[in-house]
């Protein structure tokens, strides 16, 4: 079993920032892949970024350039920079890890006022 546990979110104004964090602990194998997700009221959960645990990175393209995704392996940690936020990023942003399975946060909300 993995538990993940996300941090960071809040209110800001459009063209602020955010670092949102994520703890991972219990059975976490050093080789696995671990990404943030978002889900927008009335829609669908949707793929901000992932991560392998070789540092191989994949991003939405609304998010392209402006947010970054990291990880601190000895940490069992995992990050998303948000940089230049936009209304249209307003939603609760969740945590995900996968080895074998699933594993999703209790997610962190992000409102970006206009």
């Known amino acids: 079993q993995v538990q993940l546990v996300e941090s960071g979110g809040g209110l800001v104004q459009a063209g602020g920032s955010l670092r949102l964090s994520c703890a991972a602990s219990?059975?976490?194998?050093?080789?696995?892949?671990m990404g943030w997700y978002r889900q927008a009221p009335g829609k669908q959960r949707e793929l901000v970024a992932t991560?392998?645990?070789?540092?191989?990175?994949n991003y939405a393209d609304s998010v392209k350039g402006r947010f970054t995704i990291a990880r601190d392996n000895a940490k069992n940690a995992l990050y998303l920079q948000m940089n230049s936020l936009k209304p249209e990023d307003t939603a609760v942003y969740y945590c995900?890890?996968?080895?074998?399975?699933?594993?999703w946060g209790q997610g962190t909300q992000v409102i970006v006022s206009s």
């Open positions: 995900y890890y996968w080895r074998t399975k699933d594993y």
């Open positions: 219990g059975t976490v194998f050093s080789i696995n892949l």
């Open positions: 991560i392998t645990s070789g540092g191989s990175t």
